[in-house]
């Protein structure tokens, strides 16, 4: 199946990132379906894109028509039966290697096309844990977009031992000629490129601020005033999510064992907490609940 070919896609997961996916590729023209744990997580997805869409409109960044068009072709779903037609699915869940390998058991089973490719958004989990989880571990790639999604150019592909070269150009070609997105390529290795180069500079960050050697405001004030940075590393940690962030970390450390990729304490009671960042309202720093990270 070629890239250009792929007109059907499933996301599993309709939170930030998995509704952000959904809402790219209904804005490409695609037939969208987004299955959730739960009817309300469901609605709650539509709900996402639907306000997500209507922003676009607002700063003039698309027409209400081609708005209203988008959000016609998502279909949200609880039932991983209604992905069985998919040529394409995307696997947008907490990152959680359990949890993921236990989606791709599912979509194994539910997607009916041996040729379907199934692809996880996974930032840093291993690739291969999850195609292994499968009867088809050649046709199971990562591709991992960025957040915001819809503003975000960049899409990682990252290639497993198994991915066969067919589903490796497929996926390049959807994301680039269908998406419009911009690719890199990565091997499966935890981090993937930006994640293995970006993780270790957000933790020094937070490890400076835990020592007390300066504030989280002027680390960052000092990133962007001193670097060109358009973000400082604490504000983009909080935009990211610190449990997102502590979840990479760990996957980093688990691979490499080294010391720049061990989840600093402050992290980890932050995420304990219950502070992740931008959407909960506080993590390094304060934020009104509805501001958006665009």
């Known amino acids: 199946m070629s ?6 896609v499933g996301i599993v997961g309709g939170g930030q990132m998995g509704a952000g996916i959904a809402e790219v590729c209904a804005r490409a023209g695609l037939d969208t379906i987004v299955c959730e744990a739960t009817r309300q997580a469901a609605e709650a997805a539509h709900r996402r894109i639907r306000v997500s869409l209507e922003r676009a409109v607002q700063r003039g960044k698309l027409g209400r028509p081609a708005a209203e068009t988008a959000l016609e072709r998502v279909t949200v779903t609880s039932e991983p039966a209604d992905l069985a037609d998919r040529q394409l699915v995307v696997e947008a869940v907490v990152e ?3 949890a993921k390998a236990e989606v791709f058991t599912v979509l194994d089973k539910a997607v009916d096309d041996p040729r379907a490719i199934l692809a996880t958004n996974t930032s840093s989990l ?5 195609g292994m989880a499968t009867g088809r571990a050649d046709r199971v790639v990562g591709l991992h977009f960025f957040n915001p999604v819809p503003v975000l150019p960049l899409v990682e592909v990252v290639t497993t031992l198994h991915t066969s070269t067919a589903t490796a150009t497929a996926v390049h070609d959807f994301a680039t000629r269908t998406l419009g997105k911009t690719v890199i390529r990565s091997t499966d290795r935890a981090g993937f490129v930006v ?3 970006l993780i270790p500079y957000l933790l020094s960050a937070i490890r400076m601020t835990e020592s007390g050697f300066a504030s989280a405001a002027d680390v960052d004030r000092g990133m962007e005033l001193g670097c060109a940075h358009p973000m400082g590393p604490l504000r983009l940690a909080d935009l990211i999510g610190l449990d997102t962030v502590a979840s990479i970390a760990e996957s980093l450390y688990e691979e490499f064992k080294e010391p720049l990729h061990a989840p600093p304490p402050l992290l980890l009671r932050m995420v304990e907490a219950g502070l992740l960042g931008r959407k909960t309202g506080r993590g390094f720093h304060v934020y009104d609940r509805g501001e958006e990270p665009r």
């Open 126 to 130: 291993p690739v291969m844990r999850l």
């Open 96 to 98: 959680d290697a359990a």
């Open 3 to 8: 890239g250009a070919g792929i007109r059907r």
């Open 195 to 197: 994640n293995a180069l």
